[in-house]
């Protein structure tokens, strides 16, 4: 029924093809973000159905992250070699089954696995999206086009935790997995039938070099995300059945994993050393180093983008927890409440692509720091007696200035490779995006656990409500600063030539 509407506006109304692929585009897009939204919310709710403990429990987004993470810079340059259309949809056929294997799960060790083939589904997904946009779109549109394309993702988050409250009070958690394959079957085929195919590019592929970037990355963020909430004492994982997906048959078994934190963080940075070698001696590698050296547009705008991401996406964790713990707030309100940052930032996203085709998008950068700043310190002022009103507030500003960077920073990064690497620039993008999504999170933990228990943090139970929201605001403050060098970047590491401000399309 979609394919059919989709195609009758396209011939019988003239509607453009780029208005019919950013549609497609946007759907995928949408899907993945709400699938990232609406976790942080039911995670309770799956540590309760699988009596699970919260170490185990937060493996479940943090999974996605780490794949994600790892992946886009690998699955980035294969796109641009092999077609970004063909990856796309390969894409959402991978996170389609990781999404089916998570609604079907029956035991908490099950679900982290399963998220962990949606996030590499994701990964091909998302790292297409935004190269395929700047592909189908001219110049003067696609900041539009991009803003559009964020005002999706923010919507996502948004919609994420608000109906993933209200869907799991009456149908249960599994439902808003089950929910999201139909949509994502549609999806693939409108994007089978509709989008055109971009340019195959002749490059090699650096399959040495992709195999140790993944690895550097698992090896290294795995111990920084869960060493300061552990003290860096081992992580012991203890598995009692197995149950084989899609049959009722379970096996028996006791399997014992322990992962040697210190250890795993050694080995992390010898494994990065060794791809950082490689990078250096090979003629086409995955991650070109010397792109961050010779072209400030691009290091400018990747640096920026992992200090921002860092700064911020902990608040959707730190904001849910004071809202639970301190204000006693129930699920369906806190939905509501935890919707405010993302929704705020699907509403200025167009507005930030609007700009950044009027404007030098670099101001735009350094104004939406600015902005994030403002709304993080305001932020860490939050006390056991703040407003909800005062709450509000800050989640608007702190919106405002996250949906002004997104599509200006997008837009400069895509821009300043030439077309046959849009993938690859987007696949670093993302890179930075999703590794500071991971440490944000590590981070927010490391800065409370010095004023309250970690394991009290994470689970609850009686605690001090005063010890807990001083942590919150240090992290916080710690949150502002980094977003204040985020800012120093755009201003210290000018491009070189000035865009100015640009001419009025036609």
């Known amino acids: 029924m979609a394919y059919i509407i989709l195609s009758q506006m396209h011939t019988l109304y003239g509607f453009q093809y780029k208005w019919v692929a950013l549609v497609i585009i946007n759907i995928a897009t949408f899907v993945v973000s709400f699938d990232t939204g609406l976790v942080t919310l039911i995670l309770p709710n799956i540590a309760r159905d699988f009596h699970a403990d919260i170490n185990v429990t937060v493996w479940v987004p943090m999974s996605k992250f780490l794949m994600m993470a790892a992946f886009m810079p690998v699955f980035g340059k294969l796109s641009d070699i092999k077609g970004r259309k063909r990856y796309f949809n390969i894409g959402i056929v991978i996170f389609t089954i990781g ?8 035991s908490i060790y099950e679900i982290p696995f399963y998220r962990a083939i949606t996030g590499i589904g994701s990964a091909i997904l998302i790292v297409n999206t935004r190269s395929l946009i700047v592909d189908i779109f001219p110049e003067n549109e696609r900041g539009k086009a991009l803003g559009w394309h964020l005002f999706t993702v923010y919507l996502g988050h948004t919609l994420g935790p608000a109906l993933g409250g209200i869907i799991t009070a009456f149908w249960g958690w599994r439902f808003l997995f089950i929910i999201l394959i139909p949509i994502s079957i549609v999806t693939l085929i409108l994007s089978h039938r509709m989008i055109k195919e971009s340019a195959k590019q002749k490059q090699s592929m650096d399959w040495v070099g992709s195999l140790l970037l993944v690895g550097a990355l698992i090896f290294t963020l795995i111990p920084i995300t869960f060493g300061p909430q552990r003290d860096w004492t081992p992580l012991d994982i203890v598995i009692t059945e197995f149950w084989i997906p899609l049959t009722n048959i379970f096996v028996d078994a006791f399997v014992y994993i322990t992962i040697p934190l210190i250890e795993t963080f050694i080995a992390g940075i010898v494994i990065l050393t060794l791809f950082f070698v490689s990078q250096i001696r090979i003629k086409e590698p995955v991650l070109n180093l010397k792109l961050f050296i010779e072209n400030k547009h691009f290091a ?32 369906f309100w806190m939905g509501i409440l935890l919707a405010v940052f993302p929704l705020v930032a699907a509403i200025t996203s167009p507005m930030s692509g609007w700009f950044s085709d009027k404007y030098d998008q670099r101001d735009v950068r350094i104004l939406s720091a600015g902005i994030t700043i403002l709304s993080l310190f305001l932020l860490s002022r939050l006390t056991a007696s703040s407003s909800i009103e005062f709450l509000i507030v800050s989640l608007i500003l702190l919106g405002v200035g996250v949906g002004l960077f997104s599509p200006a920073n997008t837009t400069e990064c895509l821009t300043s490779l030439p077309s046959q690497k849009r993938s690859y620039a987007n696949g670093v993008l993302g890179m930075m995006r999703y590794a500071g999504q991971t440490l944000s999170y590590a981070i927010s933990a490391s800065v409370i656990g010095f004023y309250l228990p970690t394991q009290l943090f994470l689970e609850g139970g009686a605690i001090a409500a005063e010890q807990y929201v001083l942590g919150i605001s240090q992290s916080l403050l710690f949150s502002a600063v980094l977003a204040a060098i985020a800012m120093l970047v755009a201003i210290v590491i000018r491009p070189r030539k000035n865009l100015t401000v640009k001419q009025k399309s036609k």
């Open 99 to 106: 999404t089916l294997l998570t609604a079907i799960a029956s």
């Open 300 to 331: 400018s705008t990747n640096l920026q983008a992992l200090l921002i991401y860092t700064a911020h996406f902990s608040i959707y964790v730190v904001i849910a927890f004071y809202l639970g713990l301190v204000k006693l707030m129930d699920p």
